[in-house]
Every structure is written in C-alpha cells, then in structure tokens.
C-alpha cells in the first residue's frame, strides 16, 4: 500500500527564519513519484515540483529547496528565509509507477508571522 | 487560458438534493480527476478519467457517480446529497495518467449539505 505522513500538523515562524516541512512516504514500487502543492488561504492548490523516484538530486528553486533520500524515504522542502506570502497549507503527494492515482498528505499548515 | 474552471465556487444544499459539480478544462489533458478535501484528512480521489469515455472509481467513491463525455468536461454528481458530503471539491486534470504527468487544480466549490 501507499501512504504520505505529514507528521507536523502546523508550524509557525517568524519571517526570515528557516522552515522544513517533513514528508516521509511508503511504497512498494521501484519507479514511482513525489509531489509538492501549496494552498495558500484562497483555497487553489498550487503545484511546486515533482521528482520521480530515479532522480536523487537536490533541488533549488530560488529559496525553495527540497531534499530527496530514498534511503530514509523522506522528501522533505525546505523554505529559506520565510516569508509571510509563504503562509500556507502545503501537501506532499505519491504516485506509484503505471497508476491512476496520487495520494496525498494531510498536510503541514505553515504560519509566518512578521 | 482559464486552465481549469469549476462552478458553483460554493452552494449550500439540502440533504436528499441531486447536485451537479462542473468542471472544464481547456487545456486539452486527457486525464481528468476529483478530489474532496476534508480537515486532517488531505485530499482524497473520488472518481477520475483516464480519457474521454472512461472513468475509474478512486478511494471514496460511493455516493457520486462521473461521466467523461467529450475531454474537456468532467462533471460529478450528487445523487442523493447527504451531511458527510459536505466538503471542499476539488477538480484536476493531467496530461496523461498521473504516475508520469503533474496534476493541476481547479478552483474548488465548496459544498455544504444540511
């Protein structure tokens, strides 16, 4: 079976401070993938990345970056320098290889405080 | 490009109501899906649609059923609507199945049955 943790349920900085959002996931597939959403409080769910399963690099985007190890079956995302905009629900996502479906998260609810 | 497009945005229904929840996409993805997100539980698939005339049963399925007549449309119904229904619907579509495609989101409607 599959399944995501989101182990934290709400975390709240303050502006500047470094935040990482934990995401452990389970699978029985070789090839499979990992997402990132974010849900800000309009309510849309946002993509940020995807990364499938053959793919260990680290990734930077500007002061997003998320750390894949597969040993630890982690896929965590790391916010550099928060900001208030960055307030919000995010979700980590798994498919497996040849499925039709994504499971999700519940989610880690972010509050940045100025 | 309006990407994907859902309506209502929210409606409060009485229980034993037929609703119709609309989504449309114009983006041309032949994989479409709908989600419902409940507090700490995520999002969960109801139904999805790999293409245009077939549709496959997701991990809360009963009470809804899906029609996929044509790509762009992709409506849920409500048959008989009843309190544990009420939720946050969301729509999303894909270019192709989700294990080698990113999803994206619709909007949402907001539903609330009494």
């Known amino acids: 079976a599959q399944k995501v943790t989101q182990a934290q349920t709400e975390i709240s900085v303050v502006e500047k401070e470094d935040v990482t959002l934990d995401c452990v996931y389970e699978?029985?597939?070789?090839?499979?993938?990992l997402f990132w959403y974010k849900q800000p409080p309009s309510g849309e769910l946002v993509f940020l990345i995807r990364?499938?399963?053959?793919?260990?690099q680290n990734e930077i985007s500007g002061r997003y970056s998320w750390n894949f190890q597969k040993s630890t079956s982690s896929f965590n995302f790391t916010i550099t320098a928060s900001q208030v905009v960055d307030s919000a629900v995010y979700f980590c996502?798994?498919?497996?290889?040849?499925?039709?479906?994504?499971?999700f998260g519940t989610g880690t609810r972010l509050q940045v405080f100025p | 490009i309006a990407g994907i497009t859902q309506a209502p945005t929210s409606q409060i229904l009485a229980a034993g109501r037929r609703m119709t929840l609309r989504c449309t996409q114009d983006m041309r993805h032949n994989a479409m899906y709908w989600y419902r997100q409940d507090l700490g539980l995520g999002l969960r698939l109801i139904h999805y649609?790999?293409?245009?005339?077939?549709?496959g049963k997701g991990e809360v399925p009963d009470g809804y059923s899906v029609s996929r007549a044509n790509t762009d449309d992709f409506p849920l119904t409500l048959a008989s609507a009843v309190p544990s229904q009420t939720s946050v619907y969301f729509c999303a579509s894909s270019v192709d199945r989700v294990s080698t495609d990113t999803q994206y989101f619709g909007p949402g409607t907001r539903l609330t049955v009494l």
């Open positions: 996502a798994l498919s497996g290889y040849n499925t039709d479906k994504l499971i």
């Open positions: 990364r499938n399963s053959f793919d260990e």
């Open positions: 699978t029985r597939d070789t090839t499979y993938y």
């Open positions: 649609s790999n293409t245009a005339g077939t549709t």
